[in-house]
C-alpha cells in the first residue's frame, strides 16, 4: 500500500522545478534605478550608530539625534516625502547583532528631504540603538 502513495508523490516532486539559492552579497548601499518611475526609480540608504551618526548611505547626507534618548533625524540629498520607509534595528558593521528591539520611521515634518526615527529596547523605553533604513521614491 505504501507503494502506492510514494509512487504519485515521486512523480510529484520530479514535476517540481530546482530553485536556486539567493546569492549572498554584502555590495555596499547604492542608489539603484528600478524601472518606470511611481514603480521604485530611486532607493536612498542611510546605516546609523547608537550615537546618530551616520556611518555610510547612498544619498544619505547627515544623521543627528537632537531630540534625546532613541530619537533621530536622518537627512537626503532629494524629498523623500512621497517615498516608503523601511527601518530594521542592527549594527552598523558586519559583525555582531543586537537584542531584540523596535523601531519606527516617519518623514520629518516640514522638512521633506528627512525622516525622523524612534528605537525602542524591547520593554518599549526609548533607547539608543544603531539602525539601518532604506527609503524607497
Request: glycine share 12%.
Amino acid at each position: 500500500m505504501l507503494w502506492k502513495l510514494s509512487v504519485p508523490l515521486a512523480l510529484l516532486l520530479a514535476a517540481v522545478p530546482a530553485v536556486a539559492a539567493a546569492p549572498a552579497h554584502n555590495a555596499p548601499s547604492k542608489t539603484t534605478v528600478h524601472g518606470a518611475p511611481g514603480i521604485l526609480a530611486i532607493s536612498y540608504t542611510a546605516v546609523v550608530n547608537s550615537a546618530g551618526k551616520l556611518v555610510r548611505g547612498s544619498g544619505a547626507t547627515a544623521a543627528s539625534q537632537p531630540e534625546g534618548p532613541g530619537t533621530y533625524e536622518v537627512d537626503f540629498t532629494n524629498d523623500v516625502t512621497n517615498c516608503a520607509y523601511v527601518a530594521t534595528i542592527g549594527e552598523p558593521g558586519s559583525k555582531g547583532s543586537e537584542p531584540a528591539a523596535y523601531v519606527t520611521v516617519v518623514g520629518r515634518s516640514g522638512v521633506g528631504n528627512g525622516i525622523f526615527v524612534e528605537t525602542y529596547a524591547h520593554n518599549g523605553s526609548l533607547k539608543n540603538l544603531p539602525f539601518q533604513v532604506d527609503v524607497g521614491c
